[in-house]
């Protein structure tokens, strides 16, 4: 049974940075595309980035230029870079295969506000 644990979030003044982990239990993560999700209040879930094991990354235009994907198939980790942080950012933050399975970790949350 795969498990996501992300950590990493918190709150944050308009502009600042987070860097968010999810270590990933229970599968082959070195072969999975990974991806990073956000769900707002209100809102439907999105895909906010992906990483393949190999090859180009890929952004929501909302967040491109100023979050980046990246993952240490060593540790079973992926991670998100999140710079110049703005309100609309404020969600919970979720980990899951780029195709997700049905089984979701329980995120962090991420609140930008002054």
């Known amino acids: 049974q795969v498990q996501f644990v992300e950590s990493g979030g918190g709150l944050v003044q308009p502009g600042g940075s987070l860097r968010l982990s999810c270590a990933v239990s229970?599968?082959?993560?070195?072969?999975?595309?990974m991806g990073w999700y956000r769900q707002a209040p209100g809102k439907q879930r999105e895909l906010v980035a992906s990483?393949?094991?190999?090859?180009?990354?890929y952004y929501v235009d909302s967040v491109k230029g100023r979050f980046t994907i990246s993952r240490d198939n060593a540790k079973n980790t992926v991670y998100l870079q999140m710079n110049s942080l703005k309100s609309e950012d404020t969600a919970v933050y979720f980990c899951n295969y780029r195709t997700p399975s049905a089984t979701w970790g329980r995120g962090t949350q991420v609140t930008v506000s002054s």
């Open positions: 990483i393949p094991t190999y090859g180009s990354t």
């Open positions: 229970g599968s082959i993560f070195s072969i999975d595309a």
